[in-house]
């Protein structure tokens, strides 16, 4: 069994409060969910208007399969939802 782990921090330019700050992640998460198979949330930074911490994770029988999952994660924010922009991320594989 493999339990892979995403932690993405993600800036949300022109962000002016915590209302437009969940209102831009959340269908951003829900997104997530539905496209790859995966647990998403905001698990830091949720006081802060233009930045946040999301946690993505997912588990398989193959160690391979996780951690290509979670690679195409990223990418596909970039293209499909411009106004997030990934500052850093990182995969853990247990």
């Given at each position: 069994?493999?339990?892979?782990?995403?932690?993405?921090?993600?800036?949300?330019?022109?962000?002016?409060?915590?209302?437009?700050?969940?209102?831009?992640?959340?269908?951003?998460?829900?997104?997530?969910?539905?496209?790859?198979n995966i647990s998403a949330a905001?698990?830091?930074?949720?006081?802060?208007?233009?930045?946040?911490?999301?946690?993505?994770?997912?588990?398989?029988?193959?160690?391979?399969?996780?951690?290509?999952?979670?690679?195409?994660?990223?990418?596909?924010?970039?293209?499909?939802?411009?106004?997030?922009?990934?500052?850093?991320?990182?995969?853990?594989?247990?």
């Open positions: 069994m493999s339990i892979g782990l995403l932690i993405l921090l993600v800036q949300i330019p022109g962000c002016r409060s915590l209302k437009e700050k969940r209102s831009r992640l959340k269908p951003l998460l829900v997104r997530l969910r539905k496209e790859f905001e698990v830091d930074h949720n006081d802060i208007w233009q930045n946040s911490v999301v946690a993505c994770s997912t588990v398989s029988n193959n160690k391979n399969y996780t951690r290509k999952q979670l690679q195409k994660i990223v990418p596909w924010i970039e293209t499909n939802r411009p106004d997030i922009c990934v500052i850093d991320e990182s995969i853990e594989l247990i």
